[in-house]
């Protein structure tokens, strides 16, 4: 029986996922920093706007995870090495760089996120 892996029909996009996540997180949360600080001024608080990055973190983090939840499937379907010609490694090799991705996606917004922490105001 020939096992057949699900590349030949995602397409490969989960692989994009993750920096696409991470991408979206870093103009949004300093978009919206942004746009707080023209409307209140240079010596506002970030009240509202570090409210909103936190959500857009915790929004980034669940969908890194689902990320990395389907990169571990992928990477755990068998023992093949990830460094062989044929479709066994291939889909694992896609799984290591799904779970890797996802976790320096993870860190980056994580690190984004703690300009909102420690920073306090606009100025």
Do not use: Q
């Not at 030949?8 to 989960?14: M, P, Q």
């Not at 909103?52 to 755990?76: C, D, E, M, P, S």
């Amino acid at each position: 029986m020939v096992r057949e892996y699900p590349e030949r029909h995602d397409k490969l996009w989960w692989v994009a996922a993750a920096p696409a996540i991470w991408a979206a997180h870093f103009l949004a949360s300093y978009g919206t920093a942004a746009v707080w600080c023209a409307k209140h001024g240079a010596t506002a608080p970030l009240g509202g706007a570090r409210v909103a990055i936190f959500v857009y973190t915790a929004i980034a983090l669940a969908a890194l995870l689902v990320v990395a939840w389907n990169g571990k499937r992928r990477y755990a379907v068998s023992g093949a090495p990830t460094d062989a010609d044929s479709e066994a490694s291939r889909h694992r090799f896609v799984g290591f760089t799904l779970l890797s991705l996802s976790g320096l996606s993870g860190l980056a917004v994580v690190y984004e996120a703690f300009a909102a922490v420690f920073i306090g105001s606009c100025s």
